[in-house]
């Protein structure tokens, strides 16, 4: 089984019927799917897509929103290994904090693949990440 890391953009853009990724995140699930590939986030993801929702005083839209992506997807805390890891991370790549988090995270837990459109993170190299890939590269990729 191939895990599969999403950032937190990739399950916005699902969420958002007006998002031009929309059509090629929600063919990516479905491959992820049909391959038996496990969906895998952070905890981050989680309360970084309830923000939106509670911002506008849509609480029931926001535990909605908590709800499809349990329901769906293997969430990984920032718990003392990814912390480790994320410290490395920071100490040896100019990376947000936010991004240093999700890519610890991914690490710890250690996926193949891990999703996002922040193109800056690409070229990076992370033990315990095989490869930092685009969707139109993971859409590739999963078979």
């Known amino acids: 089984m191939t895990h599969v890391f999403w950032d937190t953009n990739l399950f916005i853009y699902l969420l958002d019927a007006h998002s031009q990724f929309r059509t090629p995140v929600s063919s990516l699930r479905q491959k992820m799917l049909v391959s038996g590939s496990d969906l895998v986030t952070s905890t ?3 309360g970084e897509v309830m ?3 509670r911002r506008h005083n849509h609480e029931p839209l926001a535990q ?3 709800s499809a992506i349990t329901q769906v997807a293997t969430i ?3 718990d003392e290994r990814a912390a480790d890891i994320y410290s490395s991370i920071r100490a040896s790549h100019r990376v947000k904090p936010p991004d240093a988090i999700q890519l610890a995270c991914a690490a710890a837990y250690g996926v193949e693949l891990f999703v996002t459109n922040d193109e800056d993170l690409h070229k ?3 033990p315990g990440i095989h490869f930092i890939v685009s969707i139109q ?3 590739q990729l999963i078979h």
Request: hydrophobic share 45%; net charge positive; no cysteine.
């Open 137 to 139: 590269t993971a859409l």
């Open 64 to 66: 909605q929103y908590k």
């Open 124 to 126: 990076l190299r992370i």
């Open 76 to 78: 990984v805390p920032l």
């Open 51 to 53: 923000t939106g929702p």
């Open 44 to 46: 981050m993801t989680l």
